[in-house]
């Protein structure tokens, strides 16, 4: 069983900046999918971004193009997310997510066999 844990969630201003982490277990984090997700109060989790094993290939939510940016360090089992410029609507827990398996579809829920507890990020007017 993978265990994710998260970290770096907090309360912010508009046009601020945030950094999430996630760290995974195992010896095997280069073989895994990264993707990280969002709910925001009443809403449906939602996707937001998702890098490949090697890194070499990253995919993002439109909401989030040119603002965030996935990346990750497989010598430390990590992956991030860069938040800049962040809106009151980015506000909602984020989840980092992980699949042993290939995937095709990053931004279904489906993909990933193992999600992290979730980390509230706040950004206020």
């Known amino acids: 069983q993978v265990q994710l844990v998260e970290s770096g969630g907090g309360l912010v201003q508009a046009g601020d900046s945030l950094r999430l982490s996630c760290t995974a277990s195992?010896?095997?984090?280069?073989?895994?999918?990264m993707g990280w997700f969002r709910q925001a109060p009443g809403k449906e989790r939602e996707f937001v971004a998702g890098i490949s094993r090697t890194g070499g290939n990253t995919y993002y939510e439109d909401a989030v193009k040119g603002r965030f940016t996935i990346s990750r360090d497989n010598a430390k089992n990590k992956v991030y997310l860069q938040m800049n410029s962040l809106k009151p609507e980015d506000t909602a827990v984020y989840f980092c997510?992980?699949?042993?398996?290939?995937?095709?579809?990053?931004?279904?829920?489906?993909?990933?066999?193992?999600w992290g507890q979730g980390t509230q990020v706040t950004v206020s007017s």
């Open positions: 997510a992980a699949s042993a398996k290939w995937v095709l579809t990053p931004r279904r829920e489906n993909e990933y066999d193992y």
């Open positions: 195992g010896r095997t984090f280069s073989s895994y999918y």
